[in-house]
């Protein structure tokens, strides 16, 4: 029954920067891996930032060294801050555990960078 929902997303220039957030109904941030993932159109869902529970983190080489995932464990809240943006990551972000849980997909926020 665990509920997650993310905001944070809208239009925004090339180049320009976006702080997306993730709010969990209960402790889940603390006790699994948890992350960010993004399905753009036409796409299939893919994983683009992970944290595990020692705060080591993971990016998919579309991203590293331009987001940074981070999380606050008391506030049940994880954070995708997302720099340099590009017109291709532009897609519907969601925050889910690693592995993700078909139950755990909420609607996600919409990203959408654009001249």
């Known amino acids: 029954q665990v509920q997650l929902v993310e905001s944070g997303g809208g239009p925004v220039q090339p180049g320009g920067s976006l702080t997306l957030s993730c709010v969990a109904s209960?402790?889940?941030?603390?006790?699994?891996?948890v992350g960010w993932y993004r399905q753009a159109p036409g796409n299939q869902r893919e994983w683009v930032a992970i944290?595990?529970?020692?705060?080591?983190?993971s990016y998919s080489n579309s991203v590293k060294g331009r987001f940074t995932i981070s999380r606050d464990n008391a506030k049940n809240t994880l954070f995708l801050q997302m720099n340099s943006l590009k017109p291709e990551d532009t897609a519907v972000y969601y925050c889910?555990?690693?592995?993700?849980?078909?139950?755990?997909w909420g609607q996600g926020t919409q990203v959408t960078v654009s001249a």
């Open positions: 889910n555990t690693r592995p993700a849980r078909r139950e755990n």
């Open positions: 209960g402790n889940l941030f603390s006790l699994v891996p």
């Open positions: 944290i595990y529970t020692e705060n080591s983190t």
